[in-house]
């Protein structure tokens, strides 16, 4: 299976700042990673696939980059409502892997 | 709008049987692979497996693979996920998951709380 690190697990941050989350995976993955935000008590959402590629009605402040190996979630402006647990997943192969998640909280 | 509903929460005791389901609507429910997605209590997201409703072809993940069965019927575009025995440890959230394939999962279920305790 594809392992999938995060990192940080966990940041705080204020409103308005700029955010960065990276996404390490085991083996190349070519451009195969979806980026989802989660609340709590409610289902992940999701923000970006095939790395850069925003989801319809996802706001612009969220855009995904990078490909093989390396890939990174940044929120270039944080609202009070992108305070939640961010993951990725790999669909590049079969199992598709999800990370551990990265909760971000207001500082 | 597509749509995908569960059944209820469910408190089960170990050994017992138990097969929760997840309704699609909105879109061609055999056009999509629809999966589920474990969630055990404040940890992360764990994919479990998926199934092609126009053929029922299923991919598991190894780790889940004898452990549950994912099934689905077309003619009530429904899906579902069943254990014949379960145990403490699958105690979780279990959301049942629209994939496209390669881009991702796009529709989510609202998850389905299962309790495991003697």
């Known amino acids: 299976d594809i392992q999938l690190t995060q990192s940080p697990s966990s940041v705080s941050a204020s409103v308005g700042n700029r955010v960065t989350i990276t996404c390490r995976a085991s083996?190349?993955?070519?451009?195969?990673l979806a980026w989802y935000q989660q609340k709590p008590g409610t289902a992940p959402k999701l923000l970006i696939y095939a790395a850069s590629t925003v989801q319809s009605g996802v706001p612009s402040r969220f855009t995904g980059s990078g490909s093989g190996t390396d890939f990174t979630l940044t929120i270039s402006s944080l609202q009070p409502e992108d305070f939640a647990t961010y993951s990725c997943q790999q669909t590049d192969s079969l199992p598709y892997t999800f990370g551990q998640g990265t909760k971000l909280d207001i500082k | 709008e597509e749509q995908l509903v569960q059944s209820g929460a469910v408190v089960k005791r170990p050994g017992e049987s138990l097969k929760i389901s997840c309704k699609a609507s909105g879109y061609m429910f055999i056009d999509y692979w629809i999966g589920w997605v474990r969630q055990m209590p404040g940890k992360g997201l764990e994919w479990m497996g998926i199934?092609?409703?126009?053929?029922?072809?299923?991919k598991y993940s190894p780790s889940f693979e004898g452990q549950v069965t994912i099934s689905a019927d077309k003619s009530i575009s429904t899906a579902y996920l069943q254990w014949s025995s379960l145990k403490a440890s699958d105690t979780a959230i279990y959301y049942c998951?629209?994939?496209?394939?390669?881009?991702?999962?796009?529709?989510w279920g609202q998850g389905t709380l299962v309790t495991v305790s003697s």
């Open positions: 199934i092609y409703p126009g053929d029922s072809e299923t």
């Open positions: 083996q190349d993955i070519s451009k195969w």
């Open positions: 998951a629209r994939h496209r394939l390669g881009l991702g999962i796009d529709s």
